[in-house]
């Protein structure tokens, strides 16, 4: 045992690590979930005829997908409803028809009613939705059916609620909060969605008030795989991904639960978000929470879901979740303070700490925070320039990513254990223990004054004190240190080696260094166990040797091919007041199928730029001008202009003369507008129901509307100052530009698709409208 409590202690922690990451998502067999009949076969042959085709909203297939939904509810014994409405996002300006699939299961009871939530549109304009969001449209189909089949009549009404245009605005959500009855009466909402793949689902909480009630129905709900902590509710806040859920929230102050995979990022929104990439495993997780909360929220009491309590929460070992009001907060932080303080105290008085030791501990661990962070950040800066490909790959998470997140977290490891190896050799690991714990409770300072979700940070500070207190207070064996150490690391390990994982995949590799400060942060708290290890030195050249392997691995495996496909973009744009054609193109290099549009490079053009933007504010960094062909503008006419005190009112009528999907209205001037009005609907400013001033966002878009085929025509009302006399541009995008008539296009090779985030494969024209 002596002899090998180093290898022991090495195979604990690795173990502990790969079951952190096990118990967040089912590894079964999937076949079939016990007592529900949910049937996993069921909903994949929902998601193979859903997915065959994207399915945007405007398109063909977007019909298609819409009745078979409608018919599949039908054969349940549902009374499938579509809703359509004209509804318009104000904070983005985007808008359309929208068409929501709406259906219900009356319950005996007259309190609140669930709702069963997630969109059967894919992005636009290639994506086929498996993931996103088929996988949440089939769970809930193929739930809804197996519930059913009980034949047992719930206590609640369930309305199933399948969304139109979330891809665009989360539109379809706010046409059902703002304009349909049902709405009025809801208690919680179920919401299922996806931004990759594969791995984990994720709970995230929706709620305007507190949290606790809601997470303790959760918790009683009794999912089987739980993967939720109140940090990334805390981040999720912060970031600009709102779903449908969201709109609930807001517009309509609805609790609700959002369950999201974000796993193998590569594939959201491209066109390898197929029904082959999907993890079935990942399907079964959102299957396992969908039955197992339907059964229970169907029965519950809806009404009382708020609270006054907000709760901190996070995964941990053989528990559903760990849990502890925020007002515990700041007692488990001054606690840990008092008891530091007094050990530090204690451990001088008996000469197991060194003052020379105590200061001397905070080097190693300052320089190898500082140099683990830099050296990632700025090393990811390097790869980009070595591999210049990821740059097109917008979302920031490519193929080999996961082999990047192996070789960062060895890189880092390497450079902790090489700093604190001289260390090791001079001072005990009581001396060196301090520093992180300082560290640890600095952070858990800062987030009880900024981020309170992140408070279950205290967990391992505690565990961590109870080792610090054991070897002041007594004389061990240094393979029972070991141990002991080891056991004690289990919580800390279990709670942050998935964070390793997550962070990257769901910000982007450029966010490494997240991954580097984590490094630093939780091994420095597992210095009692590495300073006892007997083969250090060999262990250190097996971490960088690793490490070397998996940057060479995923250097390797950066190229393209059928099964990791390169994105790239091309548009065709026709200006119609100068008469002038360009090619235009996001990519940062020309490939074999753009070659054939571009043969120079080019900078930047104001004309191409003001044509498009993607999601994440790029430009086109190549365009060349070109013969022009007969693309037919759509016809502008101004059928009001009338001048009503100091304003003038506008009303436009614009009808397509070709296939158009998208609609935008641009302008480089400052234009104040009193009302906007598109399809009759007013944009409003927040939840004002009256029009009022607008003022211009950043990127001088008016409006975005994206046309359907139940629009005749294009109706937009503008009242301005009666002295103003705007310059406006109408850009009319579609999607059409591979298969028209018009061009000669080579179509990419296997290994190649259609860039995401962008208006791509498109014909574009622009025209100025002279008001």
Not at 399 to 422: D, R, V
Not at 578 to 586: I, M, V
Not at 688 to 695: D, G, L
Request: charged share 15%.
């Amino acid at each position: 045992m002596k002899k090998y409590s180093s290898v022991i202690s090495i195979l604990i922690l690795c173990f502990v690590a790969y079951w952190s990451y096990c118990d967040l998502m089912p590894s079964q067999n999937y076949k079939h979930i016990s007592n529900t009949g949910f049937s996993i076969d069921n909903a994949l042959a929902h998601l193979k005829e859903i997915s065959k085709s994207p399915h945007y909203t405007g398109s063909k297939n977007h019909l298609k997908v819409q009745t078979y939904i409608a018919e599949e509810l039908k054969k349940m014994g549902l009374n499938p409803k579509i809703q359509q409405q004209v509804v318009v996002n104000d904070k983005w300006r985007t808008s359309t028809n929208v068409a929501n699939i709406i259906a219900s299961i009356k319950g005996t009871e007259s309190g609140k009613s669930l709702v069963l939530l997630s969109h059967y549109d894919s992005r636009h304009h290639s994506s086929f939705g498996a993931s996103d969001a088929g996988s949440g449209v089939v769970t809930i189909l193929e739930g809804v059916r197996a519930f059913l089949s009980n034949n047992e009549t719930p206590k609640n009404d369930i309305h199933i609620v399948f969304t139109d245009a979330e891809e665009i605005g989360l539109l379809g959500a706010k046409a059902f909060v703002d304009k349909h009855p049902l709405a009025k009466n809801i208690g919680l909402v179920i919401n299922l969605e996806a931004r990759g793949s594969g791995g984990p689902s994720y709970m995230l909480m929706e709620t305007n008030g507190k949290n606790s009630q809601l997470l303790f129905e959760f918790i009683n709900a009794k999912p089987n795989y739980p993967a939720a902590n109140s940090l990334m509710y805390s981040i999720y806040k912060m970031l600009p991904n709102d779903t449908d859920l969201t709109v609930f929230r807001e517009n309509g102050n609805i609790n609700g639960l959002n369950f999201a995979f974000i796993g193998d990022h590569f594939d959201y929104h491209t066109e390898q978000d197929s029904f082959d990439r999907l993890d079935r495993e990942t399907l079964f997780h959102q299957a396992d929470y969908l039955m197992t909360i339907l059964n229970y929220f169907s029965n519950s009491d809806l009404s009382n879901l708020n609270s006054n309590i907000d709760e901190v929460y996070t995964n941990f070992p053989f528990t559903t979740l760990l849990h502890f009001p925020f007002s515990w907060i700041l007692n488990l932080l001054i606690i840990s303070i008092l008891i530091f303080v007094a050990l530090v105290l204690f451990g001088i008085y008996l000469n197991k700490i060194t003052i020379n030791g105590l200061f001397k501990g905070f080097i190693p661990f300052i320089v190898s925070l500082i140099l683990c962070t830099v050296i990632s950040k700025f090393l990811w800066d390097l790869i980009l320039i070595l591999h210049p490909n990821y740059n097109d790959i917008l979302h920031g998470f490519t193929y080999n990513g996961y082999q990047y997140i192996i070789a960062f977290s060895l890189l880092n490891l390497w450079i902790f254990f090489k700093i604190y190896n001289p260390f090791f050799k001079k001072y005990s690991e009581s001396d060196l223990l301090i520093s992180p714990i300082v560290f640890w409770i600095i952070i858990n300072s800062l987030i009880y004054i900024y981020l309170k979700g992140a408070a279950y940070f205290i967990i391992p500070v505690y565990f961590s004190l109870i080792t610090f207190g054991i070897f002041i207070l007594f004389d061990l064996d240094k393979n029972i240190k070991i141990i002991f150490s080891t056991f004690l690391a289990i919580p800390l390990i279990y709670i942050f080696a998935p964070l390793f994982r997550m962070f990257p995949v769901g910000l982007g590799l450029s966010n490494l260094f997240i991954v580097g400060f984590f490094i630093v942060l939780i091994f420095s708290l597992l210095i009692p166990i590495f300073v006892s290890y007997k083969s250090r030195r060999l262990f250190v050249k097996l971490i960088g040797f690793s490490s070397l392997l998996f940057f060479l691995l995923a250097s390797l495996n950066s190229n393209f091919n059928e099964n990791k496909r390169k994105p790239n973009s091309i548009v065709f744009i026709n200006d119609i007041d100068k008469n002038e054609s360009f090619w235009a193109s996001y990519d940062h290099d020309i490939d074999s199928f753009t070659r054939q549009f571009f043969k120079d490079s080019s900078n930047k053009d104001n004309l191409i730029e003001t044509s498009s933007r993607s999601k994440y504010n790029n430009s086109y960094n190549f365009y060349k001008k070109t013969s022009n062909r007969k693309v037919k503008p759509s016809d502008i006419s101004i059928i009001k202009d009338t001048i009503n005190g100091d304003f003038r009112h506008i009303t436009l009528i614009i009808k397509p003369q070709r296939i158009v999907n998208k609609f935008q209205l641009i302008t480089n001037e400052s234009i104040k507008f009193n009302d906007i009005a598109i399809q009759d609907v007013f944009i409003s400013i927040g939840n004002s129901k009256t029009p009022s001033e607008i003022i211009l966002n950043s990127n001088k878009t008016i409006l975005t509307y994206y046309y359907t085929p139940v629009d005749k025509h294009l109706k937009i009302d503008l009242t301005i100052d009666r002295f103003s006399n705007p310059n406006i541009t109408v850009i009319e995008s579609s999607f059409d530009l591979l298969n028209n008539p018009l061009f000669d296009i080579k179509p990419r090779a296997n290994y190649m698709m259609t860039m995401p985030f962008v208006t791509n494969d498109a014909i574009i024209t622009k025209q100025k409208l002279n008001l």
